[in-house]
């Protein structure tokens, strides 16, 4: 069963951490670029982050630069999300995708997770 499964999300205050984790089953995901998406109460879902299946090419979204950083372990078949600095705004259900190429758009992904809840609040 070709499955992803995302993990680590939680409550963090503000300027807090957390590391998400994208973890595949039934496929592997060398090659594939990983996409993270995230999807707040009423908004629609945004392409938060990207990387290609060499691992070499990475983007992130404007409101993430510089906070957040993506890696891939293809041993592991596992993407994480590394988010620093949070604040309220990042609160939103996280979502990984694997798909052909990086796009901030869902077109390409042909797999998604079951998103996990990431909740930044004092």
């Known amino acids: 069963q070709v499955q992803l499964v995302e993990s680590g999300g939680g409550l963090v205050q503000p300027g807090g951490s957390l590391r998400l984790s994208c973890a595949a089953s039934?496929?592997?995901?060398?090659?594939?670029?990983i996409g993270w998406f995230r999807q707040a109460p009423g908004k629609e879902r945004e392409g938060v982050s990207c990387?290609?299946?060499?691992?070499?090419?990475?983007n992130f979204a404007d409101s993430v630069k510089d906070r957040f950083t993506i890696s891939r372990d293809n041993a592991k078949n596992t993407v994480y999300l590394q988010m620093n600095s949070l604040k309220a705004e990042d609160t939103a259900i996280y979502y990984c995708?694997?798909?052909?190429?990086?796009?901030?758009?869902?077109?390409?992904?042909?797999?998604w997770g079951q998103g996990t809840q990431v909740t930044v609040s004092s």
């Open positions: 995708a694997a798909g052909s190429w990086c796009d901030s758009s869902i077109s390409p992904y042909d797999y």
């Open positions: 990387i290609s299946s060499s691992g070499v090419g990475t």
């Open positions: 039934g496929f592997t995901l060398d090659y594939y670029a």
